[in-house]
């Protein structure tokens, strides 16, 4: 059974702070993504990395997927309030075709 | 266009009971997949439906049974409820199967067990 451990569990930091959130396994994943989740709603999907060593930013998120696709991390800078909830890293098993892993999860809290 | 849309939003049951939750795709997505989410264990992998067939299942007991109707929409039972299945379910519709597209989340519902 292929495994996603997240790091940290939870996270609370000031506004303006920057942080990193990690997603490790030892299994090759074909494909990683992000979610957030937020209260009283499901995960939404943030992006999507499938190439060993890629870089893709949205604003002031930078994720980056491992060079043998094991690992990947989310690097937020200068946090805001409206970044807080519930980060999830999701991998695609290698082959395709079978059902996305999910990691636990790192709740995080930007407290302005 | 409407998102995923899924029914009830809440629902409490004893022990013993049995529950079908409800989940509506968006419009033209095929793959449904259903998750359950505790704060112990995460997301977890429950089963797929594509064109009325399932695709994939997780490691859950016979307990857990799904089914999609011709119109995509997808229902989920779990008989002889347990506490331990108090949980989020989540639905999640794809145009594809889950790894190949994006997965489209609907709000879930909430589950409470006494």
């Known amino acids: 059974t292929q495994l996603l451990e997240q790091s940290p569990q939870f996270l609370s930091i000031q506004e303006g702070e920057n942080l990193t959130v990690y997603c490790n396994s030892s299994?090759?994943?074909?494909?990683l993504q992000w979610y957030r989740q937020e209260p009283g709603e499901g995960p939404v999907l943030l992006v999507t990395?499938?190439?060993?060593?890629e870089v893709k930013k949205l604003k002031r998120l930078t994720f980056q997927f491992g060079d043998a696709r094991k690992d990947s991390s989310l690097h937020i800078t200068a946090a805001q309030p409206g970044d807080t909830g519930l980060y999830l890293c999701?991998?695609?098993?290698?082959?395709?075709?079978?059902?996305?892993?999910f990691g636990k999860g790192t709740r995080l809290s930007v407290i302005a | 266009k409407a998102g995923v849309t899924q029914t009830p939003r809440y629902l409490i049951k004893t022990r013993g009971q049995q529950v079908t939750l409800s989940c509506s795709p968006i419009?033209?997505?095929?793959?449904v997949s259903w998750y359950q989410q505790t704060p112990g264990q995460g997301l977890q992998f429950l089963f797929e439906?594509?064109?009325?067939?399932?695709?994939n299942k997780g490691n859950f007991p016979g307990r857990f049974s799904g089914r999609q109707f011709s119109n995509s929409r997808s229902e989920m039972n779990v008989s002889t409820l347990e506490l331990g299945d108090s949980a989020l379910y989540l639905c999640?519709?794809?145009?594809?199967?889950?790894?190949?597209?994006?997965?489209?989340f609907g709000p879930g519902t909430r589950l409470l067990v006494l």
């Open positions: 299994s090759v994943f074909s494909s």
């Open positions: 439906y594509f064109s009325e067939t399932q695709r």
């Open positions: 990395v499938v190439t060993g060593g």
């Open positions: 999640a519709s794809s145009l594809e199967w889950a790894g190949k597209e994006t997965q489209y």
């Open positions: 999701a991998g695609v098993p290698s082959p395709g075709n079978t059902p996305l892993v």
């Open positions: 419009s033209g997505h095929r793959s």
